[in-house]
């Protein structure tokens, strides 16, 4: 399938939102179907040179652009932080299990390894989200914690893990 990935610009808020809002999608983030296209908007207006934030767009047949996929990753500014960062992705429902993640957490993973050099990358997850889960495990991450009753999820409390990738100097 052809995609292109590219980072997030003005414009975007609207393919975002209809993402983060999407069954298929938002249950498995913090996503909440409530949610504006002005909190997204000013979501990118907010990013600085911490937030690496890529989308992974397709052509409609039409031939607009569609988002199909969103992922970032911030790197944490405490000075005693700064080796580390954190990763969020979601891919639309319709592109799911093409290979979109994958390349998606790819990008990010080699902006963290080869241009900032950091040393650990962590990310929370369902513990029922076995997609999620198998892609991060491919891409080097290991679980390294049940974090209990840590997000509602459809009229219930969901436990989260919390997973990382160690990757040290130079390796
Ligand atoms: C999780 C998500 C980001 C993965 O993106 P994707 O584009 O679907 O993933 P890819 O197609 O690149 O890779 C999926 C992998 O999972 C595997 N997979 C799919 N269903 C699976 C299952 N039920 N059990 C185990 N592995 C599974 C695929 O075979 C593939 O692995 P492979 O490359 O080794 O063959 C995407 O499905 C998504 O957005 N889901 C909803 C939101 C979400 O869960 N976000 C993550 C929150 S932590």
Redesign the pocket.
Known sequence: MDFTIRPVKAGDGAGINELRRMP??FE??LGIPSERIKRNEDFIQSLDENNHQLVATAKTPSGEELII?CAGLTVYTNPRMRHSGGI????HRD?????????LMKALLDIADHWLMLVRVE????ED????I??YE?LGFEKEGLKKMAAIRNGRYANEFLMARIKSAGA
């Not at 592109?95 to 390349?103: E, F």
């Not at 990310?123 to 369902?126: A, G, P, R, S």
């Open positions: 298929g999608v498995n983030i996929g969020g992705i979601m891919v592109y799911q299990n093409k290979g979109v993640g994958t390349a990310l929370t997850v369902f989200n076995i997609r999620a198998h892609l491919k």
